[in-house]
């Protein structure tokens, strides 16, 4: 068996112990910051991370213009993971397929031949068999690249050079969005269209002070290239660009196609970005084999190029918009598209930005841009005009030149000593060739030399007025705006705006009821049923023992009862769970959680809006919505604050004035504007009375008159201008009513 040796220790000084604590956050801190500024996050200028403007320059140096031959992905990727990108091919291939998937990318910037995968979320052919080049837009982002735009920096192995930045003539962090996770940090940047962002940034470099608000007049909100429908409000979505975080709320865009004989079905034309399809239909499916969407019969994919999927409904009487808000809260028809606009300030500072400050960066980098190209295109013409002032020269004195050339050992220095040229002006001399002297004309050259000091004088002035730079930026934005217009195919906005119903709970056990109408009968006892149909006589219909009839009315399958207890508390019925017309119907305490000493006072069905009058015995009151009287369980709802009282009316309150009778025979009328409007309460007194309490009130129209029904069914009424010793202020007393043929029960009837 071998010997174990022990290594020998280190000689003196060459071991330094270090804090594994401080090593640890060194190292990590580093990393994090690597990744950050490496991989992760969006330039804000050019809206790029590395690996894509890595990607855009290797095409660039590949020579792959819009309309050059197409190149194997598998050149590209290989040329950009040797000479810019080592993070492994398929990182680098991933990314290139997303930047030509329509569905992914808003602008794509690369245009691709083969399969790069579909919206059903098959992933792309392998790049051996794919095929690429860029699109007119990644141009735009290239545009001035050779001409000194952006700054350059050493590639990992320091042999090349690659560019720290685009020249970015596109808002592409905007326009295309971007998403990444960092360490500790992401980012998310929903796209936008490319012509409301250019009319954004022009308003903007007229007022660098807009705020949001301001900026929606233009952008309203984000732009999927997969359209669908955004249902936050324009609050939200401002806040949203405030901040530049949050989250909107983005749906499924769909339409209802008649069919045969009342038959109908909903198509979704338009499914959430970033959603796929293939997918969404399997959850759906799934979730109609477990029975959890009771109103859907069927779904099938027809989808050819375009998205098609067919959603049958179980019958032909459910409502749409019901059905389809069952599939929005269920799955991925509506989902929420995260917004953190988390992006590099100037290249190298992370650090979450508002659509105005994105759109900001984009503006000063091309303001940076045009000055580049500018100094660039100046030192041009000045290396130009150089030339041309010792090309005159030889021009004027061609046979001293030629002689020169031949006789003297050094032509160079001869030539500059002769005619005071400079080495640059001496070496292109010596340069030209024979041939091209024979074209060399006076006019010529000095109609070139004319031109460029034109434009150069042009360049400087440009370069010395900050007005006239962003002048020139916005002609470049205008410019920009009519190449993609909003009405043409690719610039037209594809995500509309809408609102989603109010009601965020459905019932789906409701919306499964066929509408049929119903007769609700109440006994004196309490017991509830529902005929079939609208029954106009009822005095054929049997009661239980003693009991007969209290109320009657109208009402439909889908219909909610209202049921107002003596304690104060409403309950809300199903009309399609009543017991049916054949027996003497059910108790009503049976379906609601009624107290033991409560009495039912009133039973009426609800109507969406109405407002009702709510008393109790001893005459105090208030006007309550039903809205607010409406609930989901069988406890009821606390309306009236009754004390030691009891409730005693329930009454429509539509009218101007309100008519209150008490058991002391004292009627008083007065304006329903006295009266306060709340969802709850104990309310304020109606009428005042020394013994005894209200028996009956009712809201009327004044200048119609005061009507009521007798026992056997007259109608009488006393016009406004006889009722004027009874009308006065809310809480007095009143006066003894004193109409001919007024019921002695003192009831409006």
Request: hydrophobic content about 40%.
């Amino acid at each position: 068996m071998a010997k174990h040796v022990d290594p020998p220790p280190p000689p003196d000084g060459g071991a330094t112990p270090v804090n594994l604590r401080e090593a640890l956050e060194e190292r990590y801190l580093a990393y994090a910051l690597s990744t950050i500024m490496g991989r992760a996050l969006p330039d804000a200028r050019d809206g790029l991370k590395p690996v894509h403007r890595r990607i855009l320059y290797g095409m660039q140096v590949l020579k792959l213009d819009p309309g050059a031959a197409f190149k194997k992905c598998a050149k590209i990727v290989g040329d950009v993971m040797g000479s810019y990108h080592p993070h492994g091919d398929q990182a680098i291939y991933d990314a290139l397929v997303r930047l030509a998937q329509d569905f992914s990318s808003r602008y794509p910037l690369i245009e691709g031949q083969g399969n790069f995968g579909n919206i059903d979320g098959d992933s792309a052919a392998a790049y051996r068999y794919t095929e690429a080049r860029m699109t007119d837009v990644a141009r735009l982002l290239l545009e001035g690249i050779d001409e000194d735009a952006v700054d350059f920096r050493d590639n990992y192995s320091g042999d090349q050079k690659e560019p720290i930045v685009l020249p970015a003539a596109l808002p592409n962090l905007l326009v295309n969005g971007a998403q990444g996770i960092a360490v500790g940090m992401a980012t998310s940047i929903p796209p936008h269209n490319l012509a409301e962002i250019c009319d954004a940034a022009l308003y903007l470099i007229g007022h660098r002070d807009a705020n949001a608000a301001q900026l929606m007049n233009f952008v309203p909100g984000p732009d999927f290239p997969t359209g669908g429908v955004i249902v936050d409000p324009p609050a939200a979505l401002a806040e949203i660009y405030r901040t530049g975080r949050g989250s909107i709320r983005l749906r499924a865009r769909w339409k209802k196609e008649e069919g045969v004989r009342g038959a109908w079905i909903a198509v979704v034309t338009e499914i959430p970005y970033g959603v796929q399809k293939s997918r969404l239909i399997e959850k759906i499916a799934e979730l109609f084999n477990e029975r959890k969407l009771p109103l859907i019969g069927d779904i099938r994919d027809e989808s050819a190029e375009d998205v098609r999927i067919v959603i049958e409904p179980k019958t032909r009487t459910i409502d749409a918009d019901v059905m389809m808000e069952s599939l929005f809260k269920l799955t991925e028809l509506e989902t929420r598209v995260g917004v953190n606009m988390n992006v590099l300030v100037d290249g190298v500072t992370p650090r979450v930005v508002s659509l105005g400050e994105a759109i900001g960066q984009w503006l000063d980098h091309r303001r940076d841009v045009l000055l580049r190209r500018s100094r660039n295109r100046l030192a041009e013409i000045e290396r130009r005009l150089e030339l041309l002032a010792g090309m005159i020269i030889v021009f004027l004195n061609l046979d001293e030149v030629i002689r020169i050339i031949r006789e003297e050992d050094e032509p160079k220095q001869a030539l500059m000593a002769r005619f005071k040229l400079s080495d640059m002006q001496a070496n292109y001399v010596l340069d030209t060739r024979l041939r091209s002297l024979r074209r060399l004309e006076e006019m010529e050259l000095r109609r070139e030399h004319d031109e460029l000091t034109k434009e150069k004088a042009e360049v400087e002035k440009l370069l010395g007025d900050e007005k006239a730079q962003w002048k020139t930026v916005t002609w470049q934005i205008r410019e920009l705006k009519k190449k993609y217009p909003a009405d043409s195919k690719i610039g037209k906005r594809r995500t509309s705006f809408g609102v989603a119903p109010a009601a965020a709970e459905i019932d789906l056990a409701e919306a499964l009821v066929e509408r049929e109408p119903v007769t609700i009968v109440i006994s004196e006892k309490g017991w509830i049923r529902a005929l079939k149909g609208h029954v106009q006589d009822l005095s054929s219909l049997q009661f239980k023992g003693d009991d007969s009839l209290q109320a009657s009315f109208f009402a439909e399958t889908t219909s909610k009862i209202l049921v107002l207890a003596s304690n104060g508390k409403v309950f809300t019925l199903d009309a399609a769970k009543l017991p049916g017309g054949r027996g003497h119907g059910e108790p009503i305490r049976l379906m609601a959680d009624i107290d033991e000493g409560a009495d039912i006072v009133a039973v009426m069905p609800y109507r969406a809006g109405a407002k009702m009058l709510i008393a109790t015995a001893d005459g105090r009151g208030f006007i309550v919505g039903q809205d607010e009287m409406t609930g989901n369980t069988r406890k009821g709802k606390v309306v009236l604050n009754v004390d030691e009282s009891r409730a005693a009316l329930l009454v429509p309150a539509e009218g101007d004035h309100i008519a209150v009778i008490g058991e002391n025979r004292k009627l008083l009328i007065f304006p329903r504007d006295q009266l306060p409007e709340m969802a709850r309460g104990k309310g304020v007194r109606l009428q005042r009375y020394k013994d005894g309490g209200v028996s009956d009130a009712k809201a009327f129209v004044l200048k119609d008159g005061l009507t009521w029904r007798d026992s056997a069914g007259r109608t009488f009424t006393v016009e406004k201008a006889d009722l004027t010793d009874w009308i006065g202020a809310r809480a007095e007393a009143g006066r003894i009513v004193s109409f001919k043929g007024f019921p002695k029960n003192n009831r409006f009837g």
